[in-house]
């Protein structure tokens, strides 16, 4: 009983968390690109309740960030000039689902004040925005990259284990290949070998491509498994005698006991993919400036001064934490059930 | 009479499928011949191994024999010209011994029943209704059970719908590899008797498989003994029991723990 | 022996099968080392046909991987652009500090996972387990990126150990013991994050595997007969464990050398990892795979290790071939 709750508690949590960074454009207040020039390294925006006179106020206020004129880099608040943070505001416009053209935004604060929930980077873009929208990119990099890497495992692992013969034989040492390298140097010699400077949304297409096509050897191993045993099964057999063709059975009777492993497969390749996506990111060899990715916003940390002095360029890093867990739980789950 | 089938020559040899394996050629069926009447049961009793399920593959086409004839109401299934499996392929089926494992759990009863008209195509969505009824009433199954899933039934029950879901094409000849074997004994009466009044009812010829003597004694107008891939007795039941050719089936008669008295047929 | 001298095949056919693979993918790769160079307005063109032409660039496909295989059995595997050198004593190098990283923390995370994960299954509803259970799923929730990036910044703000680089400047000439305690001060940053990296699998494995053992009739039998707890666990389970625990190193191989990839480039150690990263910035395509080569390599020599383990420790595996 406890169980089914977690399960469902679980799937909410982590469809709450796909929502939010599908509607980046309506959660976050910025625009990716937009710089402020004169805030760069600001740390996270503090929200007041209780403003200058200690009056308590139901609704949360931010005061205006100053330049320190005594140290060079740091900046301190003005409390006597505050601002409320508006909801449901007009800001600047965003297309949602890559479709729809909005400009309301869920919060904001008027200018000349702003509001950093995650402070801001070297070029005093806005990280909160810039999280939401790389987002995104590395979730939708790790979704589709499994999906063409359990497509082409799916595939493979069905015609090797139901035809059985040289096709399993080429198919099968050919995948060993894939199995016998290091997964990150593979993935890093398929890099080296395209070409490095390209637009932001060919490397999204690009890194999806690597990715899903270096890891299907293991899942098409595993399905081949269930496929080969599975054909054997007696009820396959009866339709075969009654004259089934090859691709019936295999729609009608195989495909559907590879779905619970598919599911598993499914559950603990997104989060590796979605981490292969952020560490190529990160090392300038995936998606790069100026569109977000979470790899690319922690490449900055690399930087000495910026790990002594900014801690809030890890947040991004943080972030990952909660969306690992939730599909790290999910397969945790999914495992309990099975057995 | 010309028999419904018969069998001549029929081989089989299973050989390595990889180079490194050293398992040597096995012998699967060497050299058998049996006919079938109309209308009539052969009963085949063999151990594990003597190639009984092998050679009842080959009958309904599922695997292919490496030598041989089988000829079916006249026509030779294995010459060249492959189509002639696919067309006579309805008239032949062929019952299991799991039930369980012989229909697929995530179909519906009425669905496992129907899933040869959809295969071989015949009559409409509605015809296919109807004959799926008519025949979960002939096996003795309630109609209202249509939706069940295999697991919610007894493991008699499953094998009635593995029955007449071999029955709904309609064939001429219905292989029963093992098919009561595992049941409970009061269960394997009910199965024996349903398919005893099928065959009185279509006219059905049965191939009856066993390693069981005693259940094969029962329904058979002829007795065999398979071993070793080789047909080594043929005879009347009388005759079997009386007087027993082959050392083989002398051995399987001597370890038989019960003094059998068979009844069916009149002892013909 | 016969099952051996096959995997040893197997294994040389891998090798040869990587480095063609990468052959043919650099052919059909658009730009190289020496279009970078050509962009360069103060380097004449000829100059680079001539270098092209040293490098042996401008043979055909066939020919150059003949070359290439020619210098790999010299223990050159062919010569980087970038630093002009032959690529083999570059790579064998920054190697050793690799393998001095990841056998290490091999080293730890076995030390620490085994005694973990027998007694996690011998107590399964112990504190033990239930806290080992809760560290494996915290720590998968946590990818190796952004533990080396928290490590890193812990040690930058609390001065914990050193971080980064594999010694101090102050210690260049001084005596073996300082610079081995240098050296091992550098190391705990790095191993700490491919050893915490690794556990939560190994953890797990380990726990199953000897969970499945515990559970099987044979050892049930054993307790019936009233063999102590103590002597079923290390002298019966524990072997028959073995098999899948020696197919699990063989596995965990892989995954460190990606994680320590990483690691090394985040925390500035000289290994395999930041030349490649190098290599792969500046298209110094033999470097790329040499060490992609040497990574499979390394991780075909652990799993063959792994199997000769297995041969000795499991004799089923031996008398296999004989029935």
New interface residues.
């Given amino acids: 009983m406890k169980q089914k709750y977690g399960m469902t508690i679980l799937l909410i949590c982590l469809g709450l968390l796909h929502l939010a960074v599908f509607a980046a454009g309506f959660l976050s207040p910025y625009d990716v690109a937009e710089q402020d020039r004169e805030l760069p390294f600001a740390p996270p925006t503090r929200i007041h309740f209780v403003d200058a006179r200690g009056a308590l106020h139901l609704r949360p206020s931010v005061c205006l960030l100053v330049e320190d004129s005594a140290q060079f880099g740091a900046y301190h608040e003005d409390t006597q000039k505050c601002f409320p943070i508006r909801f449901l505001v007009d800001g600047p416009q965003y297309k949602l689902g890559a479709v729809l053209a909005c400009t309301r935004h869920l919060f904001g604060v008027d200018p000349p004040a702003r509001l950093f929930l995650m402070g801001t980077d070297g070029y005093g873009r806005d990280l909160f925005s810039r999280f939401l929208h790389g987002g995104q990119i590395s979730l939708a990099a790790g979704l589709l990259a499994t999906l063409l890497s359990l497509g082409i495992g799916v595939l493979l692992g069905t015609a090797s284990g139901f035809f059985g013969g040289w096709l399993d034989a080429v198919v099968m040492r050919f995948g060993e290949l894939f199995i016998a390298l290091p997964w990150l140097y593979l993935l890093f010699a398929l890099r080296a070998f395209l070409p490095l400077n390209i637009n932001p949304s060919q490397a999204f297409l690009l890194l999806i491509a690597v990715i899903g096509s270096v890891g299907w050897a293991r899942p098409a191993r595993l399905i081949r498994g269930v496929v080969l045993s599975g054909k054997e099964r007696h009820y396959v057999l009866a339709a075969r005698s009654f004259g089934g063709s090859p691709l019936y059975l295999v729609r009608r009777h195989i495909l559907p006991q590879t779905y619970s492993i598919i599911l598993t497969q499914a559950v603990l390749l997104i989060p590796q993919y979605i981490l292969a996506e952020v560490t190529l990111s990160f090392l300038g060899l995936g998606v790069g400036e100026p569109e977000p990715s979470w790899g690319n916003m922690l490449a900055s940390v690399q930087q000495y001064h910026v790990l002594v002095s900014y801690w809030w360029m890890l947040l991004p890093g943080i972030a990952l934490v909660p969306v690992f867990l939730g599909y790290v739980l999910l397969a945790n789950t999914l495992q309990a059930r099975a057995t | 009479m010309t028999p419904l089938i018969e069998v001549r020559g029929l081989r089989k040899v299973y050989t390595r499928t990889h180079w490194?394996q050293?398992r040597p050629p096995f012998l699967a069926l060497d050299n058998v011949d049996l006919a079938i009447q109309s209308g009539q049961t052969m009963a085949l009793v063999g151990e594990s191994g003597s190639g009984k399920t092998t050679l009842a593959m080959c009958l309904?086409?599922?695997e292919p024999p490496d030598a041989g004839e089988i000829w079916f109401e006249g026509k030779n299934l294995l010459a060249p010209g492959a189509n002639k499996r696919?067309k006579v392929?309805?008239e032949i089926?062929?019952v299991?011994q799991?039930s369980a494992?012989?229909?697929?759990p995530?179909m519906s009863a009425a669905q496992i029943i129907e899933?040869?008209l959809l295969?071989?195509r015949r009559g409409s969505s509605k015809e296919r209704s109807e004959l799926v009824l008519e025949m979960m009433g002939q096996v003795g199954l309630s109609p209202t059970w249509k939706d069940r899933l295999p697991h919610q039934f007894s493991g008699g029950q499953r094998q009635r719908l593995a029955i007449a879901?071999a029955l709904v094409?309609k064939p001429k000849l219905v292989i029963l590899d093992e098919a009561l074997t595992g049941l409970d004994l009061s269960i394997q009466g009910q199965i024996m008797n349903l398919l005893l009044d099928l065959q009185e009812l279509e006219g059905l010829s049965y191939l009856y498989i066993s390693h069981n003597l005693e259940l094969a004694a029962q329904v058979a107008h002829e007795m065999g003994v398979i071993y070793q891939g080789r047909i080594v007795e043929r005879a009347s039941p009388s005759e079997f029991f009386s007087h027993p050719h082959h050392p083989h089936t002398q051995a399987l008669l001597a370890s038989m723990p019960l003094r059998l008295t068979y009844s069916a047929h009149g002892g013909g | 022996m016969r099952y051996l001298g096959l995997r040893l095949l197997q294994s040389v056919f891998v090798l040869l099968g990587v480095s063609l693979l990468s052959f043919v993918f650099v052919e059909l790769a658009p730009g190289n080392f020496f279009d970078e160079i050509r962009l360069n307005p103060r380097i004449s063109s000829s100059t680079v046909t001539n270098l092209r032409k040293q490098y042996g660039m401008d043979q055909p496909l066939p020919a150059r991987y003949f070359r290439w295989l020619e210098s790999a059995a010299k223990g050159e595997l062919g010569f980087s652009f970038a630093y002009n050198a032959p690529v083999g004593p570059l790579l064998w190098a920054r190697a050793r500090n690799t393998l001095l990283l990841t056998g290490s923390a091999t080293l730890l995370a076995w030390l620490i996972a085994l005694p973990l994960g027998i007694l996690s299954a011998a107590r399964p509803r112990g504190w033990i387990n239930q806290a080992s259970e809760l560290f494996t799923t915290a720590l998968l929730a946590v990818p190796d990126l952004l533990l080396a990036l928290g490590l890193l910044f812990l040690a930058v703000h609390f001065h914990w150990f050193h971080a980064g680089g594999m010694f101090s400047r102050e210690s260049a000439g001084q005596g073996s013991w300082v610079l081995s305690k240098d050296l091992a001060a550098h190391m705990v940053l790095p191993v700490t994050v491919l050893v915490l990296g690794s556990l939560p699998i190994l953890l797990r494995h380990t726990r199953a595997a000897m969970l499945e053992v515990l559970d099987s009739p044979y050892v049930r039998a054993s307790r019936a007969l009233g063999i102590s707890r103590r002597r079923i666990l290390f002298r019966h389970a524990l072997p028959a464990a073995i098999n899948p625990l020696v197919s699990l190193f063989g596995f965990s191989l892989g995954s460190l050398l990606s994680a320590s990839l990483l690691t090394e480039v985040v925390m500035s150690w000289p290994g395999l990892g930041p030349l490649l990263l190098e290599a792969v910035l500046a298209r110094d395509i033999y470097v790329v795979i040499g060490a992609v080569l040497f990574s499979t390599l390394l991780l075909v020599f652990g799993t063959l290790l792994a199997d000769v383990l297995l041969f000795a420790a499991d004799p089923r595996i031996r008398t296999e071939g004989l029935a």
């Fill in positions: 490194w050293k309904v086409g599922l696919a392929g309805s089926q062929l299991f799991d494992g012989a229909l697929s995530r899933e040869p295969i071989c879901r094409l």
